[in-house]
């Protein structure tokens, strides 16, 4: 099923977690999530009748390896990720190259060209690909690792490619009220910030950043604030991702923004009993997958 490629070693298992009802004999009934960049290989699957999460797996990756040999190395191993029939499936790829377009500026084709305004596309290496955010009128395009992209063809042929930032947008417009105020959300990977606004329903601003340090990670949040006419002192924050309450990161956001909070898992879904031993703020991009067409 899956195409030959470069010997890797099997991702390490961080965190699994099954619920008892799972039967991965029957894949027709659930739909396959996975998410892969430097914060790792995350997995779920949901059981499509009760729209719920039976399973999150979270795999740490080599940087010195290709991303796809990773993932086909754990493919191979893994008890039923390498099976066909899944309802749905959907991989979001984590990097900084996306731009998103007003949907009536989008022209099919024109990806490359799109691109080229923030990243300078490797057509060796990378293809460009976009998403449609239909609810939100808009498109997102971006550029994910050509081999990534053939071992998704390969291995599930009708699956859907989408950046995280995709995944984001959706499950924050989502958690959003139609009326309420401008609301800014964080959100972190190793050593990559990704912010978004929202006012209402409508999004108001998405971008990632890179950050090697604490100050980095505060000096983005705060400018990001200021150009949004945000207070530090007096207007909330949102933090979901790779982060603990006890962290330097944490500290020194707390430090410099006062009303900071973190966020719950995309509402409306179910999530097994199992899963209560993950904080409810992490993996919101994995399950907010769920929530993208």
Known sequence: MFASAPAASVPVAQHRFRDETLDPANPSAYNLYLTAGAAGIRL?????????????????VTATSPLASQL??????????????????RLAVQ???FTLLPAPLFRLGDEATYLRLHHQLDLAQESPHYYEHIGLDMVSVFAAEQSVSTWLQTAYPTGRLLHQTSALIEGVVHQS???????????????????????????????VFPFSSPEDFIYYTILVMQELQLNP????????????????????????VRHVRFGTRPFDLAYSYRLNDTFDYRYFELYSLHLCK
Do not use: M
């Open 44 to 60: 779920g699957l949901v059981e499509v009748q009760r729209n719920k999460f039976v399973l999150l797996e979270d795999y740490a």
């Open 72 to 89: 086909q190395a754990l493919a191979t191993q893994h008890e039923f990720l390498n099976q066909s029939g899944w309802q749905h499936v």
């Open 95 to 97: 990097n900084r190259y």
């Open 177 to 207: 009220k139609q009326s309420a105020p401008r609301q800014l959300y964080l959100h972190v990977n190793p050593q990559e910030l990704t912010l978004v606004a929202v006012h209402g329903k409508r999004l108001e601003y998405c971008n």
């Open 233 to 256: 002192d007096q207007d909330n924050l949102v933090v979901w991702g790779d982060l603990l309450p006890d962290s330097e990161l944490f500290t020194i956001l707390r430090k410099y």
